[in-house]
């Protein structure tokens, strides 16, 4: 009857019977309680649908039919076994049949419940298969379109991104160190507007950072803290710190694991959801049920593949959909989560964190989907990070290679990334210095670090920009009154008052060299700044304070552990979860029987596997209390639907008081 060779059909029965799902009855193998349901109206599952009458009179009549009815058939058995239609009568003879429908329905090759719905009986699909329960044969796994890839070149771009990675994650939680950015009302996730600011600085598509931003909370080295005004904010924790420390390799290790085990969605984010609202970043309900075995099924086959070889562009994304279908048929599809963005999301993801290239997975790749330490395989794969960068005339500095950490970070606040590749350029900007100078650095701490920082000597052209900035900083200070602004050069609060977009801070000139403001500092600051000025504060006694700001950190959450815990994590809950087990089965032992509708659960359960009948006693809306013989065929949504005699009713459990098996 299976559609499939002996050898294969004995293993997937033995897989049944290990997974208890079938069992040896007296009767020989029986599926247990409730399976039946479950598959019914499922595609290729229609052999599990209800027969009305004889079956070998019913099956034999299938030659008979019209072609028309015939084609009707096929299409209702390809499409699992149900179909609609709304002009099929019930109850006819063949004589009085009109159309297919009706004439499948008068040689009983189709059941009508009365209500539009059609049912194909197991029997007829069996014939129209010629025996078989699927047209293809069911244990031959679909292909996987490949090409040939040098794995050499696979784990050196692979280990490239990699190293991104890593990179990108300091410095995107090295940024908010200093200006966490605020979460959304009810910490319910990061704003548009503070994605699109992450994903410029990191010279990164959106989706990219939405990824890193997910990434890094799941690792733990993210999460929503309080900053200053009391404001839920998104900021790095203590474990960032720890991380920070690791060799790079580890780091990645710990960062990719995280998304390997994370049921996170952030391919999610920008998208609308089912009730038309954009997801964001880091929102609490951005997670799927199938996301993290999806994930891990889809690299598995890449992790099968044969060395040297790659999925196809172009057909083996989708080939990989087909055959996740052939092994997971029964997966549930929501709108969210459908197979096809899961496996499109973690292709895509796989690449971007470094796993990943060309299709195939990296060597370390593979070790870190089969639970081993990747970490010595990828370290031989890294470049030798560089601890210099050549100072150019046009005030850029090229990286030639993958900076150091620790300079990378420092010399992404003095100067701003203006390309990728294979040596990265940072341009250094009026702007770029003033930021430095904002975070507390002198001219002189700038000079000190450009002349460290290069192999070349430091540009003519660099110094006067550094000097240049630093005469300007602090023209304007702004102390504490509403507010104040104080200048020795009275042209520069002249123009500042004739500035037409000044008019909305309450400025007022109380003499030739103060002006008060009614806006608050905090405030006052960055208005000033959008209008080209560069402001400092001043302290009680008149001196110019620019404090470097604190690092802001937030608690680690629960559950988030340092690269080299998972074994022991893992370990500690494998006991917890037999002690609990254990306790349930105690539990268990010490109950009473079950009550009545236990009991009748169990009955119509096992009368549905056995299409057997049994007798109901009820009470309709009435309050009318009877009984009835039916067969029950399914238990859905609270109500039980049942042949009585050639028609099919439903019945609502609540109402039914008792069930016992019909006599003969």
């Known amino acids: 009857m299976l559609n499939a060779e002996v050898d294969a059909a004995t293993r997937a029965l033995s897989h049944?019977?290990?997974?208890?799902?079938?069992?040896?009855s007296l009767d020989g193998l029986r599926a247990v309680t409730g399976v039946a349901a479950?598959?019914?109206?499922?595609?290729?599952?229609?052999g599990l649908q209800p027969f009305a009458a004889d079956q070998e009179e019913v099956v034999r009549s299938l030659p008979a039919v019209s072609a028309e009815a015939r084609a009707m058939l096929e299409a209702v058995d390809a499409g699992g076994g149900q179909a609609s239609s709304s002009r099929a009568r019930p109850g006819i003879s063949v004589a009085e049949a009109a159309g297919p429908a009706e004439e499948l329905i008068a040689h009983g090759l189709l059941v009508s419940s009365g209500d539009?719905?059609?049912t194909l009986?197991?029997?007829?699909g069996l014939a129209l298969r010629g025996g078989r329960t699927t047209l293809a044969p069911v244990d031959v796994p679909p292909p996987l379109p490949t090409s040939s890839r040098a794995s050499t070149l696979v784990d050196r771009a692979a280990a490239g991104a990699a190293f991104e990675l890593v990179r990108n994650l300091e410095l995107l939680l090295d940024a908010w160190s200093a200006t966490p950015p605020r979460s959304l009302r009810g910490g319910a996730g990061l704003t548009?507007?503070?994605?699109?600011?992450?994903?410029?600085?990191?010279?990164?598509?959106?989706?990219?950072?939405?990824l890193l931003i997910e990434v890094a909370w799941a690792s733990g080295l993210l999460a929503l803290g309080t900053d200053e005004e009391g404001d839920p904010s998104w900021m790095p924790t203590e474990l960032f710190d720890q991380w920070l420390q690791q060799p790079l390799a580890a780091r990645w290790s710990h960062v990719a694991g995280a998304w390997l085990a994370s049921p996170r969605l952030p391919g999610l984010v920008g998208q609308r959801d089912p009730a038309g609202k954009t997801w964001n970043a880091l929102a609490p309900d951005l997670a799927g049920a199938s996301a993290v075995a999806t994930r891990r099924q889809t690299l598995g086959l890449l992790a099968a593949l044969p060395d040297g070889e790659v999925l196809a562009a172009g057909t083996g994304p989708a080939a990989v959909v087909t055959r996740l279908g052939w092994e997971r048929p029964r997966r549930p599809r929501t709108r969210t989560e459908s197979r096809e963005a899961l496996v499109d999301w973690t292709l895509t993801e796989a690449e971007t964190l470094g796993l990943a290239a060309f299709g195939g997975l990296a060597a370390y790749g593979r070790l870190l989907v089969a639970g081993e330490d990747p970490v010595p395989t990828l370290t031989g794969l890294l470049p030798e990070p560089v601890d210099h960068v050549l100072l150019q005339g046009d005030l850029t500095a090229v990286a030639p290679g993958p900076l150091e950490p620790a300079l990378a970070r420092t010399l992404a606040v003095v100067a701003t990334v203006e390309s990728h590749g294979g040596a990265t350029v940072y341009r250094f900007t009026k702007e770029s210095v003033r930021r430095a100078m904002d975070r507390g650095w002198t001219a002189t701490e700038i000079h000190a670090f450009l002349v460290a920082a290069s192999r070349t000597p430091v540009p003519q052209a660099l110094t006067y920009l550094v000097d240049d900035t630093a005469r300007t900083f602090g023209t304007v200070r702004v102390g504490f009154a509403a507010a104040y602004l104080r200048s020795d050069d009275e042209a520069a609060l002249a123009e500042l008052l004739a500035h037409p977009a000044a008019e909305s801070l309450g400025l007022r000139r109380l003499a030739p060299t103060v002006v008060v403001s009614t806006v608050a500092l905090d405030s006052l600051l960055p208005?000033?700044?959008?209008?080209?000025?560069?402001?400092?504060?001043?302290?009680?006694?008149?001196?110019?304070?620019?404090?470097?700001?604190?690092a802001k950190r937030a608690k680690a959450r629960n559950g988030a552990r340092p690269a080299g815990a998972q074994e022991a994590h893992l370990a500690a809950r494998?006991?917890?979860?037999?002690?609990?087990?254990?306790?349930?089965?105690?539990?268990?032992?010490?109950?009473?029987?079950?009550?009545?509708?236990?009991?009748?659960?169990?009955?119509?359960?096992?009368?549905?596997?056995?299409r057997e009948q049994v007798v109901i006693s009820y009470v309709d809306g009435r309050g009318v209390a009877g009984e009835a013989r039916v067969e029950p065929l399914a238990?859905?949504?609270?109500?039980?639907?049942?042949?009585?005699?050639?028609?099919?009713?439903?019945?609502?459990?609540?109402?039914?008081?008792?069930?016992?098996?019909?006599p003969p």
């Open 16 to 24: 049944l019977e290990d997974t208890c799902l079938v069992w040896h």
């Open 38 to 46: 479950l598959l019914r109206g499922s595609p290729g599952t229609s």
């Open 116 to 118: 539009g719905m059609l």
């Open 121 to 124: 009986p197991g029997e007829v």
């Open 192 to 210: 548009v507007r503070d994605l699109k600011t992450t994903a410029e600085r990191l010279h990164v598509a959106e989706p990219a950072a939405a």
């Open 527 to 550: 208005r000033l700044r959008e209008l080209g000025l560069a402001p400092v504060v001043e302290a009680p006694d008149g001196s110019v304070h620019v404090a470097r700001p604190d």
């Open 574 to 610: 494998a006991t917890a979860v037999a002690a609990r087990i254990k306790a349930g089965d105690e539990t268990a032992a010490s109950r009473p029987a079950p009550a009545e509708p236990a009991s009748t659960m169990v009955i119509l359960h096992e009368a549905i596997d056995a």
């Open 635 to 662: 238990i859905d949504g609270g109500s039980l639907a049942a042949r009585v005699e050639d028609d099919v009713r439903s019945f609502a459990l609540s109402r039914i008081r008792s069930v016992r098996p019909a």
